[in-house]
């Protein structure tokens, strides 16, 4: 069974350009969460969905980020426009219904904003 | 393949020692616990979770104890292999029925001595 995938892997762009990463979870996982790793730390959450809806997107910086997750399968993680500081790995992850059950983790894109 | 992280705490063990990562949780409240790996260039990947109703749960060659007076959970890791080398995180779910999601600690970074 394939795990969560993610694209792109890697992504370099300039400041104040947009971007955007997707990512297809698990089959058969309602729950899929947006994380932000920067270098040294641990992945951070940016939202979270249940199907289509976002039930905490509370840490997400609203004025340039954006995410959807039309029909509750694939999502888009947006940024427009870019920041130098928004450079990280940008992990997505996808769980069954629960609150307490694992979350599996794509690859990740790493993003650089030059 | 790039660092996950450059300014982690470190454990240097030596191949076939056993290795032992503490991590202390921030909320009392918190009922549910993962650890994860995570390799250079990769996401992070499910070891071992407990819940807060047990006290050790054991897996291959892993052991996870929780002390909830203390708020405190360590990972054990038996007869530790060149493969182990990693970051590990520790993650609690935390947060209000249907908002929670993992909340990861700041990792260390395991390097096996052969």
């Known amino acids: 069974e394939a795990g969560v995938v993610q694209s792109p892997r890697y992504k370099i762009i300039e400041k104040k350009q947009p971007v955007a990463f997707w990512c297809n979870p698990i089959?058969?996982?309602?729950?899929l969460y947006w994380y932000r790793q920067n270098l040294g730390q641990g992945p951070e959450l940016l939202i979270r969905?249940?199907?289509?809806?976002?039930?905490?997107d509370s840490q997400l910086p609203k004025d340039r980020f954006s995410a959807e997750r039309l029909k509750g399968v694939d999502s888009t993680l947006k940024i427009q426009p870019a920041e130098l500081g928004d450079s990280a790995v940008y992990l997505c992850?996808?769980?069954?219904?629960?609150?307490?059950?694992?979350?599996?983790f794509g690859q990740g894109t790493r993003l650089t904003v030059v | 393949g790039e660092s996950v992280g450059l300014h982690l705490p470190t454990l240097s063990v030596q191949e076939g020692d056993n290795s032992i990562i503490n991590c202390a949780y921030s909320?009392?409240?918190?009922?549910?616990f993962i650890w994860y790996k995570q390799e250079s260039g990769k996401g992070p990947q499910f070891i071992i979770d407990?819940?807060?109703?047990?006290d050790k749960r054991q897996g291959q060659r892993v052991t996870v104890l929780l002390n909830k007076t203390v708020k405190h959970l360590s990972l054990q890791i038996a007869a530790t292999q060149p493969g182990d080398s990693a970051v590990y995180f520790c993650?609690?779910?935390?947060?209000?029925?249907?908002?929670?999601?993992?909340?990861f600690g700041s990792g260390t970074r395991l390097q096996v001595q052969p």
């Open positions: 992850a996808s769980s069954l219904v629960g609150s307490n059950t694992e979350a599996f």
């Open positions: 407990i819940r807060s109703n047990m």
């Open positions: 089959s058969g996982h309602n729950t």
């Open positions: 969905y249940e199907n289509e809806e976002a039930v905490d």
């Open positions: 909320n009392s409240a918190s009922d549910y």
């Open positions: 993650a609690e779910n935390i947060g209000k029925t249907g908002r929670r999601a993992l909340t």
